[in-house]
Nanobody
Framework: VQLQASGGGLVQTGGYLRLSCAAS????????MAWYRQAPGKQRELVAA???????HYEGSVKNRFSISRDYAKNMVYLQMNDLKPEDTAVYYC???????????????WGQGTLVTVSS
């Protein structure tokens, strides 16, 4: 199973970006999917998560600016980021709790990260 993230780039303050993450491989089912970020010199932090039933959770500073969504048929998760601020600059990683076909328990999988840079 692999997660492939894309959509990062350079944007000015107040701009927007949409990140995408595709899960591929022998996927039985996907429970929660999430986006994390890691800024230089800081620990990785949870940005947003979406459960299999559609419930969402957001880190406080991104509420009302970011929106996480899933395409269940395509095994994809998206992060729409609006009103971007310089403090949003980080490498963004997608994460999924995924059960492989024929396996009873789920494992944590990570994408390779995509860099988001917000200039002031």
């Amino acid at each position: 199973v692999q997660l492939q993230a894309s959509g990062g780039g350079l944007v000015q303050t107040g701009g927007y970006l949409r990140l995408s993450c595709a899960a591929s491989g022998p996927i039985g089912s996907i429970a929660a999917m999430a986006w994390y970020r890691q800024a230089p010199g800081k620990q990785r932090e949870l940005v947003a998560a979406i459960a299999s039933g559609g419930g969402t959770h957001y880190e406080g500073s991104v509420k009302n600016r970011f929106s996480i969504s899933r395409d269940y048929a395509k095994n994809m998760v998206y992060l729409q980021m609006n009103d971007l601020k310089p403090e949003d600059t980080a490498v963004y990683y997608c994460n999924g709790a995924i059960k492989r076909v024929g396996v009873r328990t789920s494992d944590d999988y990570w994408g390779q990260g995509t860099l988001v840079t917000v200039s002031s």
